[in-house]
């Protein structure tokens, strides 16, 4: 029985030791920027369920796009992908070679440490070469257009995100917080767009607040 309520002590001690997670949305707090103050809130865990999903459901430009989109200028112009394919053989190379062979420490052999050298200096090698002819096609029209789809859409998750977030502004130059909450466009076109890139950062922080940051 004595065990029994140590070790329950124990438990206890280390569960007070963990700051607990807010569970449940209501948690609020005031941003001031430059004069400026928003209201934010901590979502639900059903609101941001919906918002990350909105986002994976979204036509964005993946970065395996932008790869094949690079790929394809290369192809279509005079070097080819040969730079392309030999940079990623040689990482390929360096990467199988890491996962099997003890390559640092004293358990590495000369032999094994002689071949990771020349392994990973044919890897950087071949990764210059690959930037040199990426760098001839990185301002071809379909290259661009899929930059500038990948910034649009990063501009409007924060929009969207700030969107969700919010509960009210004020402060010189904003115009009145709108009636009803403010959708995702009403953000992008009423806010700085410094305030908005903060006020997403502080959003994702209020994902999870814990009672050590004061939002128990």
């Not at 430059?34 to 059903?46: E, H, I, K, Q």
Request: charged fraction near 20%; charge should be negative.
């Amino acid at each position: 029985m004595a065990q029994s309520r140590t070790t329950k002590a124990a438990l206890l001690a280390s569960t007070a030791a963990t700051a607990p997670v807010v569970t449940a949305a209501g948690v609020r707090e005031t941003v001031t920027l430059g004069g400026r103050s928003y209201v934010l809130t901590a979502p639900s865990f059903a609101d941001m369920g919906a918002f990350l999903d909105g986002q994976a459901r979204s036509a964005a430009p993946t970065a395996a796009d932008l790869a094949e989109a690079i790929r394809t200028a290369l192809e279509e112009g005079e070097h080819g992908t040969d730079a392309l394919d030999a940079a990623e053989a040689a990482e390929d190379a360096w990467v199988s070679f890491a996962q099997v062979h003890v390559i640092t420490g004293p358990d590495a052999t000369e032999n094994i440490q002689a071949q990771a050298v020349e392994l990973n200096r044919a890897m950087l090698v071949t990764r210059r070469a690959r930037d040199r002819v990426i760098a001839g096609v990185i301002r071809s029209p379909a290259v661009l257009e899929i930059k500038a789809q990948q910034q649009a859409a990063g501009w409007q998750e924060n929009c969207a995100l700030v969107a969700l977030l919010l509960r009210g502004w004020e402060g010189e130059g904003l115009s009145p917080y709108p009636e009803g909450g403010a959708d995702a466009d009403a953000v992008g076109s009423m806010l700085p767009m410094g305030d908005v890139a903060a006020l997403a950062k502080r959003g994702y922080a209020l994902m999870q607040p814990t009672a050590d940051q004061g939002k128990a």
